[in-house]
């Protein structure tokens, strides 16, 4: 079957844009949570999703980050007034239900470059 | 707040020789912990994890890690390496009143010559 897919795979932008990053969860997992992996470090916490609404968003940054699931499937990350140190890989994870006796399951990451 | 810590950035091995891999955490709570590996270009996945029971949790591929509580410490092992365990191994932990958050080392690059 069908693993978690993040659409773009590569987005170049420039400091002071907006974008969007889109992750595909497995279908039927209810649980759906992000990371953000720098340049020789190890996964990022950022937030996580049960069903439609944050269950715990303590991992973003600062308030230019901000995400969404409205329908409990599909989840946008969005970035305002993108910084260079926002380039780095953006993760996404999903997992039957919410909990560590779940198994996550990783997508193969959006690569984000700032200018 | 938590943290993973991962003592060998990078780690080269001939073949057959045998691997440990150091994971120290820091969390006065109850833990759960998992090491995932990324293999050249695929996906992060999952290796082994432990919950409860039996500090010594096998993997997939003949890997296994030891828990020990009083060391804070979820080594990774494995008696002998092969070319094919070229990657990037992650050790993560979970505290057991955090969700399904997980707090990652920042990873052990293992360089397996044949």
């Known amino acids: 079957g069908a693993g978690v897919s993040q659409t773009p795979s590569n987005k170049v932008t420039e400091k002071g844009k907006y974008v969007e990053l889109r992750c595909d969860p497995i279908?039927?997992?209810?649980?759906l949570y992000w990371y953000r992996q720098s340049l020789g470090q190890g996964p990022e916490f950022l937030i996580y999703f049960q069903g439609t609404g944050a269950a715990d968003d303590s991992g973003l940054p600062n308030d230019r980050f901000f995400a969404v699931r409205p329908e409990g499937s599909v989840s946008t990350l969005k970035i305002q007034r993108t910084e260079r140190g926002d380039s780095a890989v953006y993760l996404c994870?999903?997992?039957?239900?919410?909990?560590?006796?779940?198994?996550?399951?990783f997508g193969p990451g959006t690569r984000l470059t700032v200018l | 707040a938590q943290s993973v810590s991962q003592h060998n950035h990078h780690v080269i091995l001939s073949e057959a020789a045998s691997l440990e891999l150091g994971c120290n955490y820091s969390y006065g709570g109850t833990v759960n912990l998992f090491w995932y590996v990324q293999y050249p270009g695929q996906h992060l996945q999952l290796l082994l994890k432990?919950?409860?029971?039996?500090?010594l949790v096998k993997g997939i591929k003949g890997f296994e890690a030891e828990f020990i509580k009083s060391k804070f410490s979820f080594n990774l092992r494995k008696p002998s390496v092969q070319w094919s365990d070229t990657a990037e191994y992650f050790c993560?932990?979970?505290?057991?009143?955090?969700?399904?958050?997980?707090?990652f080392g920042q990873g052990t690059e293992l360089s397996v010559k044949p």
């Open positions: 432990y919950f409860s029971g039996d500090p």
């Open positions: 993560a932990v979970n505290a057991f009143d955090q969700g399904g958050k997980l707090i």
């Open positions: 279908s039927g997992h209810t649980a």
């Open positions: 994870a999903s997992s039957s239900l919410a909990g560590p006796y779940n198994e996550q399951f």
